[in-house]
């Protein structure tokens, strides 16, 4: 039997929201009975963008906005017998907001 490593990358801008789906797609690796090994979820650094916006478009250059975008990141690394195990991830449906990358190798 070959062993297959998948690994899934999920980012999103709201960190609850990850968490939960971290969770859920732990809940059902969990059923599954070809994983062998699951090492996760790692979380990654946050990746901070700044916006600094003028409040007025002619006149008051000292009078700004700033915003601030966060994007979280979270790893989970799977080792399987069978490639049965992408098409369960393939059907899993997680919360919107949440972005999924999911990478195959031997």
Known sequence: MAKEKIRIILQSFN???LKESCKK???VLASEKSILDIS?????PTKK???CVLRSPHVNKD???QFEIRRY???IDIQSNSKEIVNALLILDLSPGVSTELFSYK
């Open 73 to 75: 990141k979270k790893i």
């Open 49 to 51: 963008r700044s916006y």
């Open 25 to 27: 797609l732990l809940d």
């Open 63 to 65: 009078s700004r906005e």
């Open 40 to 44: 996760g979820p790692i979380s990654l």
């Open 15 to 17: 960190h609850l929201i």
